[in-house]
DNA sequence: CCATTTATGTACCTTGCGGTTAATTTGTCA
DNA sequence: TGACAAATTAACCGCAAGGTACATAAATGG
């Protein structure tokens, strides 16, 4: 069947490269689209062997089985999105404009990754069993809520903040946001139209929402859009 | 076991009664629970008809596959919200008491509706393709609109609402949170610990939200909330 | 330069599960 | 009352898809 060295029919790549980061990193990125587009028990091993460059064989050579992949996938994407947070600096801003960026910062973030708010939503439906395996995730998003603390801390000292404004509590309300507003897209705009999804809407809606967050946390602050009529 | 009249080993159910409309409901009540629990994919069918009283071949005969049961579960549980939003009645309540009702009990409705939040998830996964297809539910939506609406114009009409204020965004806005705070509860969770899940905190969390909505659209108000620490 | 480990390719096995076939009972109405 | 439709049961089927066995080429290192 499968000759090896005479060529006769059945190739055999008899002539291959050992590269087993760039083979990992392949199936990867490959898996992370699928799992993203499908979930776990949508996505199909042998479809996402089929677009890698290598073969269902290394999947499980280098994941052991169809979790071990979702999982290396998850901690993929939660790291992506981490390294983001990190680059984003507010230190030197002051509060209200910190915040502002923040809450922007987060808004953008959301819009931009869209497989990881698919992942996430796979996650919860699966009730973030495999998120809690997990060794490297949970821990990895202490960076958002350390800054948003500092800002807070910086905009209560200077009397500009109210007292209860709680960080866990304005990242909570952010994400949600953030979340729905990509998560959400395509059975709210199938009840209720697309009209809030485009552009020049989006920028809108996201100049109301921090306007919205603002007029809560900052000392006597006015509510600068939703005064003229749409 | 129960052995029909000749009891011959292999028992056959030989006497049953007609009852499609109960036979009907009892395999749609269990696949609402297996669909919700694991998704169109994750569930199996074998899995519901052995929950059911019924045999495996009645799901496909009332409902042809398993697309069409899990359809089928979807305008169910979008048909059983819209019920309960028809319940509700602001039209007597004046503008800002209305408003604030109407954001209760959405943020209620969600927290006391898990089916329905996590097949609205997971027909996000599926890009909203089989809602799309369903002739009653995109039109079904309408009255939560319809009551915002009301309650928009009512309070623009007293000079008590921001001229800008628009029902699809307050809806999209309350939906956000709502929907945000049951169906990422596992992942956020995970990540940043349980506090905000707590019963006390939770009825801290609605009354932030609803000040926070309130000192956007409501002209001159003053939020109550976030003034005390933690 | 041989031995051992690491990485890869091909072919295959097993079974879970979506879907079907065929027969049988219950109800209806001419 | 008997033919016909509607409802239901039990048994079966095919195959897709997760997972494995086995052989072998590439690196490693003593």
Redesign the pocket.
């Known amino acids: 069947?499968?000759a090896?060295e005479g060529e006769t029919g059945?190739?055999?790549?008899?002539?291959?490269?050992?590269?087993?980061a760039a083979?990992r990193q392949d199936i990867l990125t490959i898996a992370t689209r699928e799992f993203a587009a499908h979930g776990l028990s949508g996505?199909?091993?042998?479809e996402i062997a089929r677009q890698t460059s290598?073969?269902?064989?290394?999947i499980?050579?280098y994941f052991g089985?169809?979790e071990g992949l979702y999982c290396s996938v998850l901690e993929g994407v939660y790291a992506t999105l981490r390294a983001r947070e990190d680059d984003l600096d507010v230190a030197g801003l002051e509060p209200v404009a910190a915040l502002r960026r923040l809450i922007e910062a987060t808004f953008e973030a959301h819009v931009t990754a869209p497989h990881f708010i698919r992942l996430v939503m796979i996650e919860n439906i699966h009730n973030a069993e495999y998120l809690r395996k997990s060794e490297s995730v949970p821990k990895l998003n202490r960076s958002i809520i350390d800054k948003l603390e500092d800002v807070c801390a910086r905009g209560k000292a200077a009397g500009l903040f109210r007292e209860g404004t709680d960080a866990l509590e304005l990242h909570w309300l952010t994400s949600s946001f953030s979340f729905y507003n990509v998560s959400n897209r395509a059975t709210f705009s199938t009840s209720f139209g697309t009209a809030l999804y485009s552009k020049t809407r989006q920028s809108q809606l996201l100049e109301r929402l921090v306007d919205m967050v603002l007029a809560t946390v900052v000392i006597g602050y006015e509510p600068k859009t939703w005064n003229d009529p749409v």
């Open positions: 069947m499968d090896s059945r190739k055999r790549k008899t002539s291959w490269k050992k590269d087993p083979v996505a199909n091993i042998n290598t073969s269902k064989r290394m499980y050579y089985d169809k």
